[in-house]
């Protein structure tokens, strides 16, 4: 079956301008994660959602980072005014149950270049 | 929240020679997960570690969690060339639901 798909696979932008990064997790899985992971480095949680209730934000590392999920599937993570040190892959998982412990299934990423 | 540091941060050896991975938490865990990224890859789960001392093998693979539950590891027989990528552990945060990464152990294989 398919998997957790994100786009694009890559973008490259301007400092200061804004980027929208997509995620479609696996249908049927009520829990959705964002991390980031920078170049040669371990991956830093960002977001995460379950199923209606508010989302878990405590990862986002400025107020410049938003995501929302619409209809409980697809999610889009927002980076306003962005910056160089925003520069990373950009990664979207989903599970099942989004107990703890659930495995979590990655898509491929977003590469973010900010020139 | 619940960290996990992993060592070594990369590990070089020849195709034949055995490999291990830790993964340290100074509390408790709950749970402990292994995932392996290929180079240009994404993370991929490996396997989940509940109970105490806990061991599991899969084919070459020999992951372990200690008696406290605070330290765990991952133990390749007879690496492969197929084994290069990085290998991460990673812990459920006090939120119950993300994971805390290591920062993983980075293998390379040469024939």
């Known amino acids: 079956g398919a998997g957790v798909s994100q786009s694009p696979s890559n973008k490259v932008t301007e400092k200061g301008k804004d980027v929208e990064l997509r995620c479609d997790p696996i249908?049927?899985?009520?829990?959705l994660y964002w991390y980031r992971q920078s170049l040669g480095q371990g991956l830093e949680f960002l977001i995460y959602f379950q199923g209606n209730s508010a989302p878990d934000k405590s990862g986002l590392p400025s107020d410049r980072f938003s995501a929302e999920r619409t209809g409980g599937s697809v999610s889009t993570l927002t980076i306003q005014r962005t910056q160089q040190e925003d520069s990373a892959v950009y990664l979207c998982?989903?599970?099942?149950?989004?107990?703890?412990?659930?495995?979590?299934?990655f898509g491929p990423g977003t590469r973010l270049t900010v020139l | 929240g619940q960290q996990v540091m992993q060592i070594p941060q990369y590990q070089h050896v020849q195709e034949g020679e055995d490999f291990t991975t830790y993964c340290n938490s100074s509390?408790?865990?709950?749970?402990i997960q292994w995932y392996k990224q290929r180079p240009g890859g994404h993370p991929v789960f490996l396997i989940q570690l509940v109970k105490s001392g806990e061991v599991k093998k899969q084919k070459r693979l020999t992951f372990q969690f200690g008696e406290a539950k605070k330290n765990s590891s991952l133990h390749i027989t007879a690496t492969q060339t197929t084994d290069v990528g990085t290998y991460f552990c990673a812990c459920s945060m006090n939120s119950g639901y993300a994971l805390n990464f290591g920062k993983g152990t980075s293998l390379l294989v040469t024939p």
């Open positions: 998982a989903s599970s099942l149950s989004g107990l703890a412990g659930d495995t979590q299934y």
């Open positions: 249908s049927g899985h009520t829990a």
């Open positions: 509390t408790t865990l709950s749970n």
